[in-house]
């Protein structure tokens, strides 16, 4: 594909579940990027990849968040035992190499909890 | 702590004229920063970056000025045109890691 996708772009599930978001990066970008926009905030960065490790996790909000990369291409974001404050947009990026600069971001999926 | 700030949650331009955004920082370890333009549910795009050792980097109608000494920037846009209304972020990284991103600015631009 020509961008970063994401799936699934809506999700609403209740509180206590757990969900899985999953990001498709571009053929070739080594490094991939997690971030989170809750309503009226900024963009809040969570976690990135190099290849298929992350060299730091403290963007995490909580043990309930955890990040996976396999292959160096396919990202997925578990978040255990959904809670209301996790509803968001969680958008997925990726860029050539983990020091470019530019990043070219997927079109993100909306977490809702009730 | 909000390390990347965007004062102006909205901002309200006639087409034609230039449109001004800004940006504050308060880690001086920042050493690039970038704009990103986000159009409602799709994903942020890259626009324009400045590097730490520039104090300004043009791209057509969109010019980035960095001071560093009042950990300021600010996005300038001439002439705004209608599709460039959007939320406007502005992300800081040292060394190219954890980006800090800026709450955002929605800028209108009437017709």
């Known amino acids: 594909g020509a961008g970063v996708s994401q799936s699934p772009s809506n999700k609403v599930t209740e509180k206590g579940k757990d969900v899985e978001l999953r990001c498709d990066p571009i053929?070739?970008?080594?490094?991939l990027y997690w971030y989170r926009q809750s309503l009226g905030q900024g963009l809040e960065f969570l976690i990135y990849?190099?290849?298929?490790?992350?060299?730091?996790k403290s963007g995490l909000p909580s043990d309930r968040f955890s990040a996976e990369r396999t292959g160096g291409s396919v990202s997925t974001l578990t978040i255990q035992r959904t809670q209301q404050e996790d509803s968001a947009v969680y958008l997925c990026?990726?860029?050539?190499?983990?020091?470019?600069?530019?990043?070219?971001f997927g079109p993100g999926t909306r977490l809702t909890v009730t | 702590d909000q390390q990347v700030k965007q004062n102006s949650p909205s901002l309200s331009v006639q087409e034609g004229r230039i449109s001004i955004l800004n940006c504050d920082y308060t880690n001086s370890m920042f050493d690039y920063f970038l704009w990103y333009k986000k159009y409602p549910a799709e994903g942020p795009t890259f626009l324009i970056s400045?590097?730490?050792?520039?104090d300004k980097n043009e791209d057509g109608r969109f010019t980035v000025f960095l001071n560093k000494s009042a950990k300021h920037l600010s996005l300038h846009i001439v002439p705004s045109q209608p599709g460039d209304s959007a939320v406007y972020f502005c992300a800081a990284s040292a060394e190219g890691q954890n980006f800090v991103f800026g709450p955002g600015t929605r800028l209108s631009v009437l017709p």
């Open positions: 990849f190099q290849g298929n490790s992350a060299p730091d």
């Open positions: 053929s070739g970008h080594t490094a």
């Open positions: 400045i590097s730490s050792i520039k």
């Open positions: 990026a990726s860029s050539l190499r983990w020091n470019s600069y530019e990043q070219y």
